[in-house]
T-cell receptor, first 109, second 113 residues
Framework: GQNIDQPTEMTATEGAIVQINCTYQTSGFNGLFWYQQHAGEAPTFLSYNVLDGLEEKGRFSSFLSRSKGYSYLLLKELQMKDSASYLCAVEDSNYQLIWGAGTKLIIKP | IAGITQAPTSQILAAGRRMTLRCTQDMRHNAMYWYRQDLGLGLRLIHYSNTAGTTGKGEVPDGYSVSRANTDDFPLTLASAVPSQTSVYFC????????????FGEGSRLTVL
């Protein structure tokens, strides 16, 4: 079966760095997405990785290793507004998105 | 502001009732999707449409139907609601971006009693 694993919840301190991991087992691979979802709101797109390596976008970076079925989202200089759930999703060989359950990130002052 | 509009934002209905969740987008995206989001689970695809006039079944289609008469509208109908359909429903669209990112509506919270 297809599976996306990510931690259920993480806690970090304002100003610090946090890494949210995502491992996947899917039928083929056509790209990996990270979305941010604040409580009670819609998910919003953060990043897309299709090749191995690191993609940096401001305070957020996303890494992909296709051979290991692994990605992480790195958030630097954490702000209170970064408190949200972070969703990992993989596009399989049929271009269907398989979603992880999300990681709830709690930022403490 | 361009985007996706869902209605209603919240609804409580009795089991056995028929309910249609509306979704309209003004981005001229070809592809549209309906997801449900339940606590502890990832987003699950109910139905999708790659272009106007075509629809397809997702992971959890039973009890739901959709139509795509035009590019902008993609309503989701529950013919006879059951309590297990209590969930938050998100409509999304994609098209034109290299990344294939999804644009989501604000969600419809549905409670079936």
């Amino acid at each position: 079966g297809q599976n996306i694993d990510q931690p259920t919840e993480m806690t970090a301190t304002e100003g610090a760095i946090v890494q949210i991991n995502c491992t996947y087992q899917t039928s083929g691979f056509n790209g990996l997405f990270w979305y941010q979802q604040h409580a009670g709101e819609a998910p919003t797109f953060l990043s897309y990785n299709v090749l191995d390596g690191l993609e940096e976008k401001g305070r957020f970076s996303s890494f992909l290793s296709r051979s290991k079925g692994y990605s992480y989202l790195l958030l630097k200089e954490l702000q209170m507004k970064d408190s949200a759930s972070y969703l990992c999703a993989v596009e399989d060989s049929n271009y269907q998105l398989i979603w992880g359950a999300g990681t709830k990130l709690i930022i403490k002052p | 502001i361009a985007g996706i509009t869902q209605a209603p934002t919240s609804q409580i209905l009795a089991a056995g009732r028929r309910m249609t969740l509306r979704c309209t987008q003004d981005m001229r995206h070809n592809a549209m999707y309906w997801y449900r989001q339940d606590l502890g689970l990832g987003l699950r695809l109910i139905h999708y449409s790659n272009t106007a006039g075509t629809t397809g079944k997702g992971e959890v289609p039973d009890g739901y139907s959709v139509s795509r008469a035009n590019t902008d509208d993609f309503p989701l109908t529950l013919a006879s609601a059951v309590p297990s359909q209590t969930s938050v429903y998100f409509c999304a669209s994609s098209g034109g971006e290299d990344t294939g990112e999804l644009f989501f509506g604000e969600g419809s919270r549905l409670t079936v009693l």
